[in-house]
């Protein structure tokens, strides 16, 4: 029996009414990509028998395999095992091992087991049970005639092609779900699946959504195996490349030809990787090369350096980062000149450039960042807005700024000067973020990373040559 569509459905009241957020779709939506499952629906339920009864049938109408979490606990409202049995037209029945390894879990932990956790063990009859490595709910799967459901409607979702109709029931605890669907759905799945999906996402920094897919539209269109299709992030867009074949080495191959192809676009001036972020890719960089970075940070109080260091590896190539929020910490920690900041205040070009030096003498790192900024919500003014961030990026290494490697910037974003003292070159950056402190903070510090890389990489080039 092969699996050519699925839906998920998600129990769970406090899912509907915004207490937890419902991570559980994400993991298993991806998981059944590389799976080469399809998908076209989703939704969330609250802890209602017949409610739940009715999407369950609407959802075996309409796919071939339908994965619920939730439902599996204790308490009364946990009825997801026996709305399926009940669907299903079977009893439910004891499943020894499964209350076997419930017992021992609360004698493990020294924990009484109350009657009501012996509910969880039962299983209708004839399914597959999953066991619970992390918590006390087993999972299941039941295969079920699709002439149960097959009602002959023209569903715009409609994508079933088996005879038979899955249904997956797992855990709602993220943790227990996650380990689950590894450790045994998966493999489940995958022998009743004829092909996969492999994605591969290319990384650009300082263009729109929009922009980047008038400069591929044709490509997209044209493209069926693999798909192309954009996706917008804070000020970054991910191009999702994603072949379907028999076989993982054939989907690398037609990822491999999609991605050249496109990287020989104008896009390629704001690639910065393939499924990587753009802190790990100044850390992956800055060990290549074997240079040391550091930031000096005001606005964004030290995100640009928790970001890095977020990093495994990073301790390698970031020996520590300086956060001088006030204009006396500037000066102390960074030298900023009384003068500069009397003159032209803390949130300028001049302020900027005297922090990324100021980094480098204290840490002695080869390449250094800074951010000084307004993020408001107060404290702007007509001359000088919320959502004003000077950037400087600092390199001892080689050029920060060049017409055949020009600095990764926002698309708000602007080079105000560059110029080189002391055998350090030198770039500031200009930028004119909007809405929230905290959007102003997340692009701050998406556009320090970036102007850090493009440091580094010019500084490879020199190394190059």
Known sequence: MIIKS??????????????????NAAHISAQLSELGISQYYQSAIGDNSERLEHCIKQALSRCDLLIITGGLGPTYDDLTKETVAKLAGVRMVTHKPSLERIKSFFESRNLTMTGNNAKQAMMPVGAT??????????????????????????????????????????PG????????????????????????????????????????????????????????????????????????AKTPEVCEKKCAKAIEQILHTSVSDYFYGINTSLEKAVVTEACKLGLHVTTAESCTGGLTAGAITAVPGSSAVFDGGVVTYSNDMKKKLLGVRDETLRDFGAV??????????????????????????????????????????????????????????????????????????DNTDITVLR?????????????????????????LRLAGTRKKH
């Open 6 to 23: 699925a839906e998920i459905l998600c129990v769970g009241t406090e899912i509907l009414i915004g207490d937890i957020v419902n991570t």
């Open 129 to 170: 049970v999953f066991e619970n490595n992390c918590g006390t709910a087993p999972g299941m799967a039941l295969e079920i005639s699709a002439s149960r459901f097959d009602d002959g409607s023209e569903d715009i979702y409609r994508a079933a092609e088996s005879s038979v109709r899955t249904i997956i029931l797992l």
């Open 173 to 244: 605890p993220p943790h227990e779900m996650k380990a689950m669907f590894e450790d045994q759905v998966k493999p489940y799945l995958a022998t009743r699946s004829d092909e996969i999906l492999l994605s591969k996402n290319i990384m650009l920094f300082g263009i729109s959504e929009s922009a980047a897919e008038y400069v591929l539209s044709d490509m997209m269109l044209m493209s069926s195996n693999p798909t192309i299709a954009p996706y917008c992030g804070d000020g970054e867009v991910r191009l999702r490349v994603t072949a379907r």
């Open 348 to 421: 300028s070009p001049e302020t900027a450039r005297e922090m990324a030096l100021g980094a480098l003498e204290l840490t002695g790192a080869d390449i250094s960042v800074s951010v000084t900024g307004i993020a408001g919500p107060g404290g702007g003014s007509e001359e000088k807005p919320v959502g004003l961030v000077y950037i400087a990026v600092a390199s001892k290494a080689g050029l920060t700024n060049h017409p055949s490697h020009p600095v990764l910037c926002h698309p708000s974003a602007s080079v105000c000067s560059h110029f080189t003292s």
């Open 431 to 455: 930028c004119q973020f909007s809405d929230s402190r905290e959007r102003v903070r997340t692009l701050s510090v998406k556009s320090a990373l970036a102007a850090l890389l493009s440091a």
